[in-house]
């Protein structure tokens, strides 16, 4: 018996000898007093029991089958569950195995069975809280993610995020190698779909700043903008960096969730290829995420801006660089020789620099003045050497040394007479002109 138990014992005795009111009672006990009067019949009838609820040590008429508990016990088990946590186990069984068990129940079934093991509680770092943006497309956090997302059943992938940060709304696409190519095509994605957002929010990889080198002797001077950022700047999208991994936690959390549930529910599905990889997350995980994850924005208003005639995606979302027209209009643009055409000559062309654009799509574009010049690649011509010149034909071996040159070295290397310290010392006012 507990001691609240005991207390309201002792009020309904004194209500019994008629000592308080059963409306007393029923106030101190926070009752009405038609259930004191119940309290009052059961305590005659079955003494100081009568506090005690009626169900204690029973087994509750929602338990668990033993036959339900043991098929949850066994599928759980498996290799392909390994590392499932309460709550994923639990959406799992309900959609896969039509078996429905609470998140709670499920828990201590799987700690009792070993499957799980609690967490404890530790002290860590707090990082100072940031409320989120208000309208959705304000901001929007933009990052990487390394793991091994096959398990090793296939090749290595990166999971590229961008979440908003009003609502936590997420688009991801795998890719095999975290380039700017790549990123440039999951951000031509988020545009077509979504539209322009205010800024992006990402880290400072070399991707989105261009690193300062040692040799860079001013240090005010602004650095030029990587391929991603000059894009950015072309779209009217801004940037910012962040300084810190906690200041972007909200995409380093979705990481972490993805580590979890993407891996196993990739496991689940047999994945094994990047294709398949794709397949699942823009079929089950990226809904899955929006429907239950997103929250409602703070402004209801859509922060995101149209895109127009004046943006072309295919230009901006391209590597660019400048190149210079040679007198003969050509130019040459990664190891490749291009001639610009005859019609499109112009005044002021030839010694101008041209904007050259190495598209997504594999394709070259060359713009001068807000125009773009219709050219061709030259081909290399092969190179002809000269009759006569060393390169005409294969080099010739040197001719043997002749007998007047072997002569002439023997000469050189025979012993001659005194050594030359030694004739230094002759007095020549007492010698003959000729040495013997």
């Given at each position: 018996m507990?001691?609240?138990?005991?207390?309201?014992?002792v009020?309904?005795?004194?209500?019994?000898?008629?000592?308080?009111?059963?409306?007393?009672?029923?106030?101190?006990?926070?009752?009405?007093?038609?259930?004191?009067?119940?309290?009052?019949?059961?305590?005659?009838?079955?003494?100081?029991?009568?506090?005690?609820?009626?169900?204690?040590?029973?087994?509750?008429?929602?338990?668990?089958?033993?036959?339900?508990?043991?098929?949850?016990?066994?599928?759980?088990?498996?290799?392909?569950?390994?590392?499932?946590?309460?709550?994923?186990?639990?959406?799992?069984?309900?959609?896969?195995h039509?078996?429905?068990?609470?998140?709670?129940?499920l828990?201590?079934?799987?700690?009792g069975?070993?499957?799980?093991?609690?967490?404890s509680?530790?002290?860590?770092?707090?990082?100072?809280w940031?409320?989120?943006?208000?309208?959705r497309?304000?901001?929007?956090?933009?990052?990487?993610?390394?793991?091994?997302?096959?398990?090793?059943r296939?090749?290595?992938?990166?999971?590229?995020?961008?979440?908003?940060?009003?609502t936590?709304?997420?688009?991801?696409?795998?890719?095999?190698?975290?380039?700017?190519?790549?990123n440039?095509?999951?951000?031509?994605?988020?545009?077509?779909?979504?539209?322009?957002?205010?800024?992006?929010?990402?880290?400072?990889?070399?991707?989105?700043?261009t690193?300062?080198?040692?040799?860079?002797?001013?240090?005010?001077?602004?650095?030029?903008?990587?391929?991603?950022?000059?894009?950015?700047?072309?779209?009217?999208?801004?940037?910012?960096?962040?300084?810190?991994?906690?200041?972007?936690?909200?995409?380093?959390?979705?990481?972490?969730?993805?580590?979890?549930?993407?891996?196993?529910?990739?496991?689940?599905?047999?994945?094994?290829?990047?294709?398949?990889?794709?397949?699942?997350?823009?079929?089950e995980?990226?809904?899955?995420?929006?429907?239950?994850?997103?929250?409602?924005?703070?402004?209801?208003?859509?922060?995101?801006?149209?895109?127009?005639?004046?943006?072309?995606?295919?230009?901006?979302?391209?590597?660019?660089?400048?190149?210079?027209i040679?007198?003969?209009?050509t130019?040459?643009?990664?190891?490749?020789?291009?001639?610009?055409?005859?019609?499109?000559?112009?005044?002021?062309?030839?010694?101008?620099?041209?904007?050259?654009e190495?598209?997504?799509?594999?394709?070259?574009?060359?713009?001068?003045?807000?125009?773009?010049?219709?050219?061709?690649?030259?081909?290399?011509?092969?190179k002809?050497?000269?009759?006569?010149?060393?390169?005409?034909?294969?080099?010739?071996?040197?001719?043997?040394?002749?007998?007047?040159?072997?002569?002439?070295?023997?000469?050189?290397?025979?012993?001659?007479?005194?050594?030359?310290w030694?004739?230094?010392?002759?007095n020549?006012?007492?010698?003959?002109?000729?040495?013997?």
């Amino acid at each position: 018996m507990t001691q609240r138990e005991r207390d309201r014992l002792v009020v309904l005795r004194k209500a019994l000898k008629r000592l308080i009111r059963q409306r007393q009672a029923a106030e101190e006990l926070k009752l009405s007093e038609r259930q004191v009067r119940r309290l009052l019949v059961k305590l005659k009838e079955t003494g100081d029991g009568a506090v005690i609820h009626g169900l204690r040590g029973r087994r509750s008429n929602r338990r668990l089958a033993e036959q339900a508990r043991e098929k949850a016990v066994r599928i759980l088990s498996q290799e392909v569950y390994r590392g499932f946590g309460p709550t994923l186990a639990s959406e799992y069984l309900a959609s896969k195995h039509k078996l429905r068990i609470g998140r709670e129940a499920l828990r201590q079934l799987m700690l009792g069975a070993g499957l799980w093991r609690g967490r404890s509680q530790r002290n860590v770092e707090v990082h100072e809280w940031r409320a989120r943006r208000g309208p959705r497309g304000d901001l929007v956090q933009w990052d990487t993610c390394e793991h091994d997302w096959l398990e090793g059943r296939g090749e290595k992938l990166y999971l590229i995020h961008m979440i908003d940060d009003a609502t936590s709304e997420l688009t991801a696409r795998f890719v095999r190698h975290d380039s700017t190519e790549e990123n440039m095509r999951l951000l031509w994605s988020y545009l077509e779909c979504h539209g322009r957002p205010v800024a992006f929010y990402t880290d400072k990889a070399s991707i989105f700043q261009t690193a300062p080198k040692k040799n860079h002797l001013l240090p005010d001077e602004p650095l030029p903008p990587t391929q991603i950022g000059r894009a950015l700047r072309e779209l009217g999208i801004g940037w910012t960096p962040a300084h810190s991994p906690q200041a972007k936690g909200r995409i380093e959390r979705s990481f972490l969730t993805a580590q979890d549930r993407l891996v196993k529910g990739l496991r689940l599905a047999g994945v094994t290829t990047w294709e398949g990889a794709n397949q699942y997350l823009e079929q089950e995980f990226v809904p899955w995420w929006n429907q239950h994850l997103v929250v409602v924005a703070a402004n209801p208003t859509d922060a995101h801006r149209p895109l127009d005639t004046s943006h072309d995606l295919a230009a901006a979302l391209s590597h660019v660089e400048a190149r210079q027209i040679a007198n003969d209009y050509t130019f040459r643009f990664q190891g490749h020789l291009y001639q610009i055409a005859k019609e499109e000559v112009r005044p002021g062309l030839r010694g101008a620099a041209v904007r050259v654009e190495a598209r997504l799509d594999g394709s070259l574009a060359v713009r001068f003045q807000e125009q773009y010049l219709k050219f061709q690649e030259c081909q290399p011509q092969p190179k002809v050497s000269r009759p006569g010149s060393p390169s005409a034909g294969r080099r010739k071996a040197p001719p043997p040394p002749s007998p007047a040159w072997r002569q002439g070295q023997n000469g050189i290397a025979r012993r001659g007479g005194i050594p030359l310290w030694k004739a230094a010392e002759i007095n020549r006012t007492r010698t003959p002109d000729v040495l013997e």
